[in-house]
C-alpha cells in the first residue's frame, strides 16, 4: 500500500524557514519521480517543486525559485522541501505527490495530474 506522510509545517513569520518531509512507503521510492504541490484556501492546486526519481534534476516554480529547495534521500525513502524567506503568500496546504518512472520532463513532472499517489498535505502558515 503505497503511503505519503508530510510533516514539518507550522506557524512562523515573514523571512522565517521551515523544512518539509514525506515520508513514503509501500512503493520503489527509487523508481519515482516525487512533487510538492500547494493549495492556499480558495485556489487551484499550484505546482512548487519537482524532483527525478534519481535526485538528478530539479524543477521549481517561478514564484518559489532561489527561495525553496526540494531534495531526497533515497535511502531514508524521504522527500524533503525545504522553505527560506517565506512570504504570506506562501501559506497553504503543502501536499507530497509520486510518480512512477524516470521521467525527466518539466513539462510532466509539474502537472498534478501527472502524479498517481498524495499524501493528505501539512498547513503551512507565514504572518505577517
Known amino acids: 500500500q503505497v503511503q505519503l506522510v508530510e510533516s514539518g509545517g507550522g506557524l512562523v513569520q515573514t523571512g522565517g524557514s521551515l523544512r518539509l518531509s514525506c515520508a513514503t512507503s509501500?512503493?520503489?521510492?527509487?523508481?519515482?519521480?516525487m512533487g510538492w504541490f500547494r493549495q492556499a484556501p480558495g485556489k487551484e492546486r499550484e505546482f512548487v517543486a519537482a524532483?527525478?526519481?534519481?535526485?538528478?534534476?530539479?524543477y521549481y516554480a517561478d514564484s518559489v525559485q532561489g527561495r525553496f529547495t526540494i531534495s531526497r534521500d533515497n535511502t531514508k525513502n524521504t522527500l524533503y522541501l525545504q522553505l527560506n524567506s517565506l512570504k504570506p503568500e506562501d501559506t497553504a496546504v503543502y501536499s507530497c505527490?509520486?510518480?512512477?518512472?524516470?521521467?525527466?520532463?518539466?513539462?510532466?513532472?509539474?502537472?498534478?495530474?501527472?502524479?498517481?499517489?498524495w499524501g493528505q498535505g501539512t498547513q503551512v502558515t507565514v504572518s505577517s
Open positions: 509501500g512503493f520503489s521510492f527509487t523508481t519515482y519521480a
Open positions: 524532483i527525478t526519481s534519481s535526485g538528478g534534476s530539479t
Open positions: 505527490a509520486a510518480r512512477r518512472g524516470p521521467v525527466q520532463s518539466r513539462v510532466v513532472l509539474i502537472n498534478p495530474y501527472s502524479y498517481a499517489s
